[in-house]
T-cell receptor, first 115, second 115 residues
């Protein structure tokens, strides 16, 4: 069963605008972690932001913030003031405990920033 | 600050040949993960090590695949008798596992093409 769903295969956004990338997840465990990674065309997965299931506040890292809605099981990534260098694939991932703590990834969203 | 490195970055081989990839994690990290990513998909977990112990292997890891981390530092992933279906990006990640956090940092990947 798919545990991470990213419904936007591609998005086009004007430079300097904010963008929201959607991610929903499915787990029955109360303790889990949610991650966002960026993958430029070079292939490297770059860690952006982390949200723990027990964290009271939404995570923020610079221009990145995570809109965490636990009851809806969503963890959307918000990028403020988008830049041309933000053009890349973005992956949402979940880590569940009590196992090997592997990451389960979604299929990704390709973000293109238009000048 | 040295990140995760992988070698080679690209490998082209003929079907039936054996290939070996190397991953050097961030020096103080105790966990090392291998993932495989095919075109248009997110990475899929293959196996992981805590120090030198291999703690779990995915069903994706057939008996043609073997991974080692002999001294708890670098790791190798070997594929024997390669098949065209093995063509993918092989990603290595490392983390400093604690009871609080386990953020995985990825290397640049090895892109394998089996002809």
């Amino acid at each position: 069963a798919q545990k991470i769903t990213q419904t936007q295969p591609g998005m086009f956004v004007q430079e300097k605008e904010a963008v929201t990338l959607d991610c929903t997840y499915d787990t029955s465990d109360p303790s889990y972690g949610l991650f966002w990674y960026k993958q430029p065309s070079s292939g490297e997965m770059i860690f952006l932001i982390y949200q723990g299931s027990y964290d009271q506040q939404n995570a923020t890292e610079g221009r990145y913030s995570l809109n965490f809605q636990k009851a809806r099981k969503s963890a959307n990534l918000v990028i403020s003031a988008s830049q041309l260098g933000d053009s890349a694939m973005y992956f949402c991932a979940m880590r569940e405990p009590f196992g090997n703590e592997k990451l389960t990834f979604g299929t990704g969203t390709r973000l293109t920033i238009i000048p | 600050d040295t990140g995760v490195s992988q070698d080679p970055r690209h490998k082209i081989t003929k079907r039936g040949q054996n290939v070996t990839f190397r991953c050097d994690p961030i020096s103080e990290h105790n966990r090392l993960y291998w993932y495989r990513q095919t075109l248009g998909q997110g990475p899929e977990f293959l196996t992981y090590f805590q120090n030198e112990a291999q703690l779990e292997k995915s069903r994706l890891l057939s008996d043609r695949f073997s991974a080692e981390r002999p001294k708890g530092s670098f790791s190798t992933l070997e594929i024997q008798r390669t098949e065209q279906g093995d063509s993918a990006m092989y990603l290595c990640a490392s983390s400093l596992w604690t009871s609080v956090t386990d953020t995985q940092y990825f290397g640049p990947g090895t892109r394998l093409t089996v002809l």
